[in-house]
């Protein structure tokens, strides 16, 4: 079992920055890739980025690319999403999971944090 809790959301200008966190409870964090996905109002819940157990493969979604930075410290059991040039379409609860399969689908994942509420204003 393993539990993730997200942090660093939070309002920020168009343009600006912010960095999320997910750190994750379990012994075994190197068996888990992880993912970060969000869900805006009305819509469905999207891939943003993945990162492998090692930290060496990631992948992103178009619409990111270039602009988000996944990451992790397997010392500290975190994952991390930079995020750069927040535009307000950006604006989405982020939610980081887990599961041993390098995947970008929602359903490939078996482990949820709660969320955390990313706005970007104009």
């Known amino acids: 079992q393993v539990q993730l809790v997200e942090s660093g959301g939070g309002l920020v200008q168009a343009g600006g920055s912010l960095r999320l966190s997910c750190a994750a409870s379990?012994?075994?964090?190197?068996?888990?890739?992880m993912g970060w996905f969000r869900q805006a109002p009305g819509k469905e819940r999207e891939f943003v980025a993945v990162?492998?157990?090692?930290?060496?493969?990631?992948y992103y979604a178009d619409s990111v690319k270039g602009r988000f930075t996944i990451s992790r410290d397997n010392a500290k059991n975190t994952g991390y999403l930079q995020m750069n040039s927040l535009k307000p379409d950006d604006t989405a609860v982020y939610y980081c999971?887990?599961?041993?399969?390098?995947?970008?689908?929602?359903?490939?994942?078996?482990?949820w944090g709660q969320g955390t509420q990313v706005t970007v204003s104009s």
């Open positions: 379990t012994r075994t964090f190197t068996s888990y890739a």
């Open positions: 999971a887990a599961d041993s399969r390098y995947a970008v689908r929602a359903n490939d994942f078996g482990f």
């Open positions: 990162i492998n157990w090692s930290g060496k493969s990631t």
